[in-house]
T-cell receptor, first 117, second 112 residues
Framework: AQKITQTQPGMFVQEKEAVTLDCTYDTSDQSYGLFWYKQPSSGEMIFLIY??????QNATEGRYSLNFQKARKSANLVISASQLGDSAMYFC??????????????FGKGTMLLVSP | SAVISQKPSRDICQRGTSLTIQCQVDSQVTMMFWYRQQPGQSLTLIATANQGSEATYESGFVIDKFPISRPNLTFSTLTVSNMSPEDSSIYLCSVEMETEAFFGQGTRLTVV
């Protein structure tokens, strides 16, 4: 079984500062993928960044980077230079649990990020 | 990439009624996924819909309550049947590609 753990229910950060959102995972799969999503109050799920289990370099997408530590089974999201618009719920998710021809996503409980001026 | 149009975006329904949610994808995909997000909670997979076959439901979800149709490779519907207030949630459809999973805008359902 797969499990995603996000231990921070809420995080506060000041505008322009960097923030790290924690994510640890557990899986018996050798091949898996890790995702981060942002969910604003509107409810839509916005894809931020992806890291494959065999990727040797940490993924980066603009202000987002993923600190992937495979031995520790952690995939923390780092947001640099926070903006007020970054205030939202953030979900870590893992693709794995391979079945006949497809895999599924397992989500963590999420971290609510609030950015203050 | 994929663009998913999901509707309705929100609805308020009377208990005991049913609501059908539609998802249209701008490209052909083999699998479509339906999730439920209860208030303040994370996303939980309801079922996986493969074109031409019955949907595969996760533990705790049954076809009588959440019937799914998948008539072609770009479209799927999820019906929430005989609704109760406990069904008040955001429902999302999703498709997965190599390194991304795309979601519809979500349907915010309130049952009164």
């Amino acid at each position: 079984a797969q499990k995603i753990t996000q231990t921070q229910p809420g995080m506060f950060v000041q505008e322009k500062e960097a923030v790290t959102l924690d994510c640890t995972y557990d899986t018996s799969d050798q091949s898996y993928g890790l995702f981060w999503y942002k969910q604003p109050s509107s409810g839509e799920m916005i894809f931020l960044i992806y890291q494959g289990s065999y990727d040797e370099q940490n993924a980066t997408e603009g202000r987002y980077s993923l600190n992937f530590q495979k031995a520790r089974k952690s995939a923390n999201l780092v947001i640099s230079a926070s903006q007020l618009g970054d205030s939202a719920m953030y979900f870590c998710a893992m693709r794995g649990g391979w079945r006949s021809g497809y895999s599924t996503l397992t989500f963590g409980k999420g971290t609510m990020l609030l950015v203050s001026p | 990439s994929a663009v998913i149009s999901q509707k309705p975006s929100r609805d308020i329904c009377q208990r005991g009624t049913s609501l059908t949610i539609q998802c249209q994808v701008d490209s052909q995909v083999t699998m479509m996924f339906w999730y439920r997000q209860q208030p303040g909670q994370s996303l939980t997979l309801i079922a996986t819909a493969n074109q031409g076959s019955e949907a595969t439901y996760e533990s705790g979800f049954v076809i009588d309550k959440f019937p799914i149709s998948r008539p072609n490779l770009t479209f799927s519907t999820l019906t929430v049947s005989n609704m109760s207030p406990e069904d008040s949630s955001i429902y999302l459809c999703s498709v997965e590609m190599e390194t991304e999973a795309f979601f519809g805008q979500g349907t915010r359902l309130t049952v009164v």
